[in-house]
């Protein structure tokens, strides 16, 4: 193994102990809720358990900022290194709590650093990883979130809330104590016109000592973003939002957010415990817990192998229908008892068909739109894009899972998964007639079929307005080919 490839993996071990970290509080609602007014003194109200879910993505939201704000001003490093000091003293919060007031506090500091470590992880590590390494890192990142979700899951169902609190602890506070050795980004040195350490860091994360090809790209990218940088982030979006291509890609950024928001995936996991209990299957909620966090993080490392070989759009295209038929058999199996017919003999159902759908979301709803982000966009929109996908992400899981509360507490629990399969089904439609495949392509190819299919339909739309129109459409065409 050699210098290169040891340090990548030091980097990856490291930095991925804050994504671990979101695993655990994006888990931790799950294993927790059932807990409070039994075995928890606490005791929370349906509109209190919503809330305390919510407050997560609310600091999602607001974390998602930071990079207009800190990332270019301090650096990723320390950006980083701040992201993980909200979470130690949210962990701390959720262990002390004796009020549902400390909690929501302990939720939305949680959800700043998830949010601010969302945003600015992908970045640090798509600067200081080589080429060999840069996508298993990236995409490592979404199965260790799912590995963070299970291991909260294994040992919070069996352990009290002060427990499992301390014991995350540990998670954000080792990363405090190992990332802090680890060199800032060469372009954001480089950006500051520190050259020395800049080159000196990719000295070391190349491990070699001749970095003078490797170099003069960082500073090709840094020359790149300050332009970008100097029209201001809301004109970049306003500017880069008149492209065509970007247009289109935004059309498909939108579906793919919607299907790992709109379909049911935060509040199924979320209240997955009361789902199971109402069923009452005999193996118990325990178990369906456990199940759920095995499928989707066997589903993630599925994707990974993959995702190469089917194809971005054929897993999305394939595996929606399996979504759409599990969640539309756990909506009649409620519907049914809930109109009393006796189904004791299959109430195996919701837990087996909630598994089935989880492993759907883990394999293509969940991993594909930040995939799809790094590939849409062109560079001087990238960013702007980024946040503006993680605030639509924070908002709509929001709003998703307080409809399902509601339609829940209102008409019972087949209500939500009705909605949650009329509106997979609608994506599945959107699926088929506009996302496109990107495996296997450029990013200049990319672009390129974005620009030609949206420039198409804009000619048709023109052409279907007016005759006359064709015919001039057809001679601008020549006279541009003759020049």
């Known amino acids: 193994m050699d210098q290169e490839i040891r340090h990548q993996i030091l980097i990856g071990l490291v930095c991925n102990l804050l994504i671990v970290d979101c695993g655990l509080h994006e888990g931790w609602a799950t294993i927790t809720l059932p807990k409070f007014g039994n075995e928890d003194p606490l005791e929370l109200t349906s509109n209190q358990q919503v809330l305390l879910i919510n407050l997560l993505y609310v600091g999602v939201g607001l974390g998602s900022l930071a990079p207009v704000f800190l990332m270019d001003r301090y650096g990723r490093k320390w950006t980083l290194l701040a992201a993980a000091v909200p979470k130690i003293f949210s962990w701390i919060a959720i262990g002390l709590a004796n009020s549902h007031m400390t909690l929501y506090a302990a939720r939305l500091l949680a959800g700043v650093g998830c949010g601010i470590s969302y945003s600015v992880m992908p970045m640090y590590i798509g600067e200081i990883s080589t080429k060999r390494t840069r996508g298993p890192l990236g995409t490592l990142q979404t199965v260790l979130i799912n590995i963070g979700v299970l291991l909260v899951y294994s040992v919070g169902l069996h352990v009290e809330r002060f427990t499992m609190a301390m014991m995350s602890l540990v998670v954000p506070v080792l990363f405090i104590v190992t990332f802090i050795w680890l060199p800032e980004s060469s372009v954001y040195l480089t950006r500051k016109n520190r050259l020395v350490s800049a080159e000196k860091t990719l000295k070391w994360s190349l491990g ?31 500017i880069g939002m008149k492209s065509p291509a970007n247009q ?12 790992m928001s709109l379909t049911g ?35 993630g490392m599925a994707c990974v192998a993959m995702v190469k070989r089917f194809g971005k759009r054929n897993i999305l295209l394939y595996g929606t229908p399996i979504a759409i038929l599990s969640l539309a058999t756990t909506a009649t199996y409620f519907t049914l008892t809930s109109y009393q017919v006796n189904l004791d003999h299959v109430n195996w159902i919701p837990m087996v068909f909630v598994v089935i759908y989880i492993v759907v979301f883990g394999l293509s709803f969940n991993p594909m739109p930040l995939a799809y982000l790094g590939e849409l966009f062109s560079f001087e929109i990238k960013a702007a894009a980024g946040i503006c ?45 506009y996302v496109m495949e990107t495996e296997g392509k450029t990013l200049e190819e990319i672009q390129n079929d974005l620009y030609r299919v949206a420039t198409e339909k804009k000619r048709k739309s023109v052409v279907g307005i007016n005759p006359l129109n064709k015919i001039h459409l057809e001679s601008t065409s020549i006279n541009s080919t003759k020049v």
């Open 208 to 238: 070699k000592e001749n970095v003078e090809e490797e170099f003069e790209e960082i500073k090709r990218i840094v020359a790149t973003e300050d332009v970008v940088k100097k029209i201001g982030f809301c004109k970049s979006l306003i």
């Open 389 to 433: 996908t993680s605030l639509y992400y924070a908002l709509s899981t929001i709003g998703i899972i307080k409809l399902y509360q509601v339609l829940h507490d209102s008409y019972g629990t087949h209500a939500p998964f009705w909605l949650f399969t009329v509106i997979t089904l609608i994506l599945w439609i959107f699926i088929y007639l």
């Open 265 to 299: 995936a935060a509040p199924i996991l979320s209240y997955q415990s009361f789902i199971f209990e109402e069923a009452k299957f005999e193996i118990g909620a325990n178990a369906g817990i456990i199940s759920t966090g095995c499928a989707i993080v066997l589903a």
């Open 248 to 259: 289109r890609a935004a059309g498909i950024m939108l579906i793919v957010a919607n299907a």
